[in-house]
């Protein structure tokens, strides 16, 4: 398994959930959440980490769409940042190596903090901060749903138990959305 990869799950739903706390509108942040796992998807060409994973991708491309949308489609600003949002997340997510310079430098940058804790003879942090380029690796094997995005999963489960009355309310709505969205179709 590559080191600090995370699954499909945690890829969409840590900035999801983050829009969502910050009250972006709910039908934005969920129609564009697939973004957020769109640069895996260079997997399928062989260089994972790599073809959209890079700076065109996550900064040019959507640059580029801000700034026709502000200059064209004002309307479509708000979208266009969170697109970028939702790609930038990934790159973030995926730090343990990601090639940001491909196709121009073909290895991989990554930043892969270490923070410990111990209780032992105190309170006693330990910091430790590896950074630098490495060889672009194969991707290898990967989870689809790891332990934490399982648990994540059923952390969500558990306080719609606990949060049902909330929880159908949020269910009711999401479904007022997606009703709207497929009538707007029609």
Request: overall charge negative; hydrophobic content about 60%.
């Amino acid at each position: 398994m590559l080191a600090g990869a995370m699954d499909p799950v945690l890829h969409l739903a840590l900035p999801l959930l983050l829009l969502l706390a910050l009250r972006v509108e709910t039908r934005m942040a969920v129609l564009l959440a697939p973004l957020a796992i769109i640069p895996d998807f260079d997997a399928a060409f062989g260089l994972h980490r790599a073809a959209f994973h890079n700076f065109i991708v996550v900064i040019l491309v959507p640059v580029a769409l801000m700034a026709y949308s502000k200059m064209r489609r004002p309307e479509w600003l708000p979208w266009a940042v969170v697109a970028q949002f939702y790609l930038a997340s990934h790159i973030v997510l995926d730090l343990g190596g990601v090639a940001f310079a491909w196709p121009i430098v073909k290895d991989q940058l990554y930043f892969d903090p270490e923070i410990k804790f111990n209780l032992e003879g105190g309170v006693n942090f330990e910091f430790h901060f590896d950074y630098g380029l490495q060889r672009l690796a194969p991707m290898g094997e990967t989870d689809f749903l790891s332990e934490t995005g399982f648990a994540l999963i059923f952390l969500a489960v558990l306080m719609a138990v606990i949060f049902r009355k909330e929880a159908l309310a949020s269910i009711r709505r999401l479904r007022e959305i997606l009703k709207g969205l497929l009538s707007r179709d029609s």
